[in-house]
């Protein structure tokens, strides 16, 4: 499993996961939560009524079916896609949902806009598009005042599996991608690296990497 980076901030009860999807040498994709993927895999959050091609389909083209219990509908992941799952204690940092969300997308935002891509925000749907193209989604669930789940920007991502669903249960929607705005692939060591620092400038933090061990030694006796 090729983990890129954990970032955590104890006394902020903040851990923050950052990890590119990329092809291993093997040809599977690999994830922080679930290695051995041949290409990606399909989120489906509330039934596979925005599927457009058959689960059969799917199969055949190597994209399994993971059932999760976050917001969000149905999404795609695959290499060339940075995921970021930050772990937060909303009630410590007296944060609402609403203004977490925000912020999340003013980190993604931020990130792209380093790029000189002209990103904003949609009344259609959460996340970060380009014009009617959503570039960036994010998807979270809240227990106990702890988030988890988080954000999908597109960076070197295939867009085509996209085509197969409808994209956060929304019709007549496209997704876009970095390297589609820019015309040419981006280093996603870059890309994640300005994302780290555009988490620390949003929510005010100082992120120290850490070992995964060390951080589940930290989810196990925070209480």
């Known amino acids: 499993m090729r983990l890129n980076a954990i970032h955590t901030t104890v006394l902020t009860l903040i851990t923050l996961m950052i990890a590119p999807l990329v092809h291993a040498h093997t040809g599977h994709a690999v994830v922080t939560h679930a290695a051995g993927l041949v290409d990606g895999f399909i989120h489906p959050m509330t039934g596979l009524d925005h599927l457009l091609v058959s689960e059969e389909f799917l199969k055949t083209s190597g994209i399994p079916i993971v059932h999760v219990e976050r917001g969000g509908n149905i999404t795609f992941h695959g290499p060339g896609q940075l995921v970021a799952y930050p772990i937060v204690n909303l009630k410590a940092r007296n944060i609402g949902v609403v203004d977490f969300v925000d912020a999340l997308e003013d980190v993604m935002l931020g990130t792209v806009r380093t790029w000189g891509i002209a990103a904003e925000r949609s009344p259609a749907n959460r996340g970060i598009w380009v014009g009617n193209n959503k570039m960036g989604s994010i998807g979270l669930a809240i227990r106990k005042g702890i988030s988890f789940h988080g954000l999908a920007l597109n960076v070197n991502i295939d867009l085509t599996p996209f085509s197969w669903i409808q994209p956060c249960g929304l019709q007549g929607v496209c997704m876009t991608s970095m390297k589609q705005e ?4 981006l280093s996603m060591d870059d890309v994640c690296a300005t994302l780290k620092k555009q988490f620390e400038s949003v929510l005010d933090l ?8 060390h951080l589940q030694y930290q989810l196990q006796n925070s209480g």
């Open 206 to 213: 100082n992120l120290t990497a850490a070992s995964f061990s």
């Open 182 to 185: 820019l015309g040419g692939e």
